[in-house]
């Protein structure tokens, strides 16, 4: 049973913190020839993109660079969706001219507020119509995991299941900070099972005879990543949003899909990753709670198979995730932890925020200032180019968190 599986994921991870292990980071000033970067055109040029390769290569796998023929359909608009709030649009973003791959793009837009407005953009884990019970969301026919959650049945997401992860989503407190709110359904790209495969977007991108990928090729949340960055493609093309204010966020191994995909599309304005952990923020050298050989194999569809060679090698792989987060420099990054949530080691979240510094003081901006985390509910950063907090409380995101990502894009993206 779920209870099993999870006691023995515990019995098996390390919790204790005398036992991190010495470890040296990879230098992240140093190009793989040797060479001291100390310029932001040494940094864009050389360091960079070496970096922003091996994330690729070893860790995520490769995005293919095969540009698909788009076309995006507006399948609804109401102006007057949440008791006159806001404006809501569902639109399909068809991947083939068969139409037999798509995702649905949910917005919700404030009609409050000027336009065009900043807007959060993130994966959801169960369908569109789980963010709120609005009973205009179309619901996913799509598999979707075995979550629990009122309306799933048999991995089918039914009318009960609407509004089923809503305390994760405050649409109605985002909307009054005038911000839009984008969200698809991250089983659109590819379900979230060993094997899917065959249903995921992989096949669009496969050359003549090929069924799986090969080594260095996406994982699942390598296709996660492009789906942010196709959502952004509509965005860019909607005259309600501020395409220069759209923050990519994810919970947990949505949050690693957020990083992977701002690391990787410089249009993402902002970064939020919440409780994304092993293979997302946290430095994977501490071995600390969730470790590569564990992640693996819990979810060998996630990541590129190369990764794998790193199992048990945490000090053999080339990068560390300090490295993921200095690649979205100049532009701010935050990061949320929850104290109960050490699976994903918060300490770990909060460092790799804090050694990606060096990149934006090439830049002239403000970080984090000291390698020892705050303690709980003390966010810090709050007006720096790097923001952090640790909740009270287990793996989740809640309204805590959005206040705080929201306070955040203020200093950002309302700052006169
Ligand atoms: C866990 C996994 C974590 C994290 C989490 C989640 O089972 O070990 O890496 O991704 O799931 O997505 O909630």
Known sequence: SVFFIAQSLLALAQYDESKVPPYTLPELMVTQAGKKVRTVKEWEAQRRP?????FAEQVYGKTPTKKLRIHFET?????????SLATRKQIRAYFTDDRQHYMDILLYTPNAAQKPVPVFLGLNFSGNQ???ADPGILITKRWVPDWKDPGLINNQATEA????RARRWPVEEIL??????????????????????????????YNKGQTVPSPDEWGAIGTWAWGLSRAMDYLETDQDVDKKRVAVM???RLGKAALWAGAQDPRFALVISNDSGEGGAAITRRQYGEQIKRINTSFPHWFAGNYKQYNDRENDLPVDFHELI????PRPVYVASASEDQWSDPK???????????????YGRSTLTTPIPPEVEVPVGQKTWTGYHMRNGKHDILLYDWDKFMNFADFHFKRK
Do not use: C, K, W
């Open 176 to 205: 009054a900070r005038g911000y839009g709110l984008a969200t698809v359904y991250y089983g659109d790209l590819q379900p979230d099972r060993a094997d899917s495969f065959d249903e995921s977007i992989h096949s669009l991108f």
């Open 348 to 362: 770990g979240e909060y460092l790799s925020l804090y050694h990606a510094g060096p990149v934006y003081a090439l």
């Open 326 to 329: 200095a690649i979205m420099a």
């Open 130 to 132: 789980s963010i709120h």
């Open 75 to 83: 399948v609804s608009t109401d102006r007057q969706a949440l008791n």
């Open 250 to 252: 994810g919970h947990s």
């Open 50 to 54: 070496e970096i922003l390769a091996l």
């Open 161 to 164: 299941n609407r509004g089923a």
